[in-house]
């Protein structure tokens, strides 16, 4: 069955919400032995975080039938210049941040519906890449990524940083 999702623009009484995910993803990736957005990684993501992605306008929920939150997703324009080369910036690009499921929604590719979301967010913007980084050591989100229409660009393996396995696929 296909679960029906609205995506909206996250307002400011959302914050607790999506920060609700955050902080259960975090979790999630704890129990997996990851160390993806853990607290004593650097440039990890946060309540502030989250809470200024929302002042931008550029966090989106995502809600079922039943009007309950099965995701969240940033998209904006902001490049990473540790990893993005300034051909790439130069570059008409959307880029996604924080994407994150709650567990209880997992499996039920809400996560691909997101992305596709965000290419045709980023198509209808006149972007031709939708990119994205993710966690080096996060080799099964990076499979993720591939089965989704993603190509691995490169990594960037900076000592300061856990993030750094860059992606890109077409928006049209």
Not at 24 to 33: D, F, I, N, Q, V
Request: negative net charge.
């Amino acid at each position: 069955m296909t679960t029906t999702l609205t995506i909206r623009k996250a307002e400011p009484s959302d914050l607790d919400a999506a920060d609700d995910l955050r902080a259960e993803a975090t979790a999630w990736l704890a129990s997996k032995g990851l160390d993806q957005w853990q607290p004593d990684q650097p440039r990890v993501p946060t309540r502030a975080s989250t809470a200024a992605a929302i002042d931008r306008g550029v966090c989106y929920l995502a809600h079922d039938e039943a009007d309950q939150l099965v995701g969240t997703i940033t998209v904006d324009d902001w490049a990473d210049p540790e990893f993005w080369t300034p051909c790439e910036r130069a570059e008409p690009a959307l880029y996604v941040h924080r994407m994150i499921v709650p567990r209880d929604a997992a499996g039920t590719d809400i996560g691909g519906r997101l992305l596709d979301w965000a290419g045709d967010l980023a198509a209808s913007a006149g972007r031709r890449w939708l990119r994205l980084d993710a966690w080096k050591g996060n080799t099964a989100l990076h499979r993720y990524y591939e089965r989704h229409g993603f190509t691995h660009v490169r990594t960037v393996d900076l000592w300061h940083r856990g993030s750094g396995s860059l992606f890109q696929r077409l928006t049209a």
